[in-house]
């Protein structure tokens, strides 16, 4: 088993204003832990972000360094992904995960509990490095007009527990806004961005989609999650047996025409995962799905990241990353 002493040398890349600012004082507290641990700091840098993105260009910059802890809540779990994926498998460094944050799906796969205090950063020394699967998102642009085009016509991210489009998606981008207004966290704070996108915002999403190179169908979306890990929107059993070493998608969607009653309480049961036994669910697994929106602005979320896309082609990685998980 991994202990803290095999990270190796190590950069921990902090959201500071995550968790209403508790983030950073997180980060000198694991400073002073591992001190203790490793009785030599000099393998232990940290690096703070200072605005949207910057965890990436940080992670990115990571080569020379064997472990890359991201210090946050799922955001910047997200945006260091997007950065180590930018660097050759080869000198790719491990994943870790010190959890602050309001939603910590991520963290919840890596069988993590949130930190709140220095009893809670004992977990970090009980972990082992798995080989996670990465998700990847491909989608269609006019190069000549969107800076973030990497190839003609096209823009890649990265995802590492889940992707989602529809009412999901609308619900998880809301608790953006209402975090600013109320002080709840979690699932609390999901729920609650559901029940304002079912009384202002309920719709269906028409959208092509085509599994495994399948025949295309036109579906009326209302849910739809493309998952690596079994939950979201801070624990929602979305996808409950998610593998996230398998080297396949877990995909969940429900379809319109229903009630807005009817798809309040798919939505609401999918916090235990009782959603399964609806009639209105489908469960399946892919390697590849391509994905046509009707409409350019719909909601599309990725580890609770704003993604815009009117095209999209999403596939697996397998065993991309080098994952520290508590055991």
Same mark, same amino acid.
């Given at each position: 088993m991994a202990r803290t002493t095999d990270w190796g040398r190590t950069l921990a890349i902090v959201n500071p204003t995550a968790h209403a600012g508790a983030a950073a004082a997180i980060a000198e507290r694991l400073r002073r832990f591992l001190a203790l641990y490793l009785r030599d700091t000099n393998s232990f840098e940290i690096a703070r972000t200072e605005r949207p993105k910057h965890a990436t260009e940080l992670a990115r910059n990571a080569e020379g360094f064997d472990t890359v802890l991201a210090l946050g809540g799922d955001g910047v779990v997200h945006e260091v992904v997007n950065g180590l994926m930018q660097l050759s498998p080869a000198r790719r460094p491990t994943l870790g995960v010190v959890p602050v944050g309001s939603g910590n799906d991520f963290a919840r796969t890596l069988r993590l509990r949130e930190v709140a205090t220095d009893a809670d950063l004992v977990q970090l020394l009980d972990c082992k490095r798995e080989r996670f699967d990465v998700g990847r998102i491909r989608t269609t642009l006019d190069a000549a007009n969107d800076p973030r085009a990497d190839a003609p016509g096209t823009v890649t991210e990265h995802y590492i527990q889940t992707l989602s489009f529809g009412l999901d998606a609308a619900i998880g981008l809301g608790t953006m806004d209402l975090r600013r207004k109320v002080s709840l966290t979690g699932s609390a704070l999901y729920t609650l961005s559901g029940l304002e996108v079912f009384g202002?915002?309920?719709?269906? %999403?028409?959208?092509?989609?085509r599994f495994d190179g399948g025949p295309g169908q036109?579906?009326?979306?209302?849910? %739809?999650?493309?998952?690596?890990?079994?939950?979201?929107?801070?624990? %929602?059993?979305?996808?409950?047996?998610?593998?996230?070493?398998?080297?396949?998608?877990?995909?969940?969607? $429900?379809?319109?025409?229903?009630?807005?009653?009817? $798809?309040? $309480?798919? %939505?609401?049961?999918?916090?235990?995962?009782?959603?399964?036994?609806?009639?209105?669910?489908?469960?399946?697994?892919a390697r590849e799905v391509e994905l046509t929106f009707a409409e350019d602005d719909y909601p599309i979320q990725a580890d609770g990241e704003r993604i815009r896309a009117h095209r999209a082609v999403v596939d697996v990685l397998p065993g991309a990353l080098n994952v520290l998980v508590h055991h």
């Amino acid at each position: 088993m991994a202990r803290t002493t095999d990270w190796g040398r190590t950069l921990a890349i902090v959201n500071p204003t995550a968790h209403a600012g508790a983030a950073a004082a997180i980060a000198e507290r694991l400073r002073r832990f591992l001190a203790l641990y490793l009785r030599d700091t000099n393998s232990f840098e940290i690096a703070r972000t200072e605005r949207p993105k910057h965890a990436t260009e940080l992670a990115r910059n990571a080569e020379g360094f064997d472990t890359v802890l991201a210090l946050g809540g799922d955001g910047v779990v997200h945006e260091v992904v997007n950065g180590l994926m930018q660097l050759s498998p080869a000198r790719r460094p491990t994943l870790g995960v010190v959890p602050v944050g309001s939603g910590n799906d991520f963290a919840r796969t890596l069988r993590l509990r949130e930190v709140a205090t220095d009893a809670d950063l004992v977990q970090l020394l009980d972990c082992k490095r798995e080989r996670f699967d990465v998700g990847r998102i491909r989608t269609t642009l006019d190069a000549a007009n969107d800076p973030r085009a990497d190839a003609p016509g096209t823009v890649t991210e990265h995802y590492i527990q889940t992707l989602s489009f529809g009412l999901d998606a609308a619900i998880g981008l809301g608790t953006m806004d209402l975090r600013r207004k109320v002080s709840l966290t979690g699932s609390a704070l999901y729920t609650l961005s559901g029940l304002e996108v079912f009384g202002r915002g309920y719709r269906a %999403f028409p959208t092509q989609v085509r599994f495994d190179g399948g025949p295309g169908q036109t579906l009326d979306a209302l849910f %739809f999650a493309l998952q690596l890990g079994p939950t979201y929107g801070s624990g %929602f059993q979305i996808t409950p047996d998610a593998d996230p070493t398998d080297g396949l998608l877990d995909i969940c969607y $429900a379809c319109g025409p229903v009630s807005r009653a009817t $798809a309040l $309480a798919f %939505f609401l049961s999918a916090m235990n995962g009782k959603h399964l036994k609806s009639r209105h669910a489908h469960l399946l697994q892919a390697r590849e799905v391509e994905l046509t929106f009707a409409e350019d602005d719909y909601p599309i979320q990725a580890d609770g990241e704003r993604i815009r896309a009117h095209r999209a082609v999403v596939d697996v990685l397998p065993g991309a990353l080098n994952v520290l998980v508590h055991h």
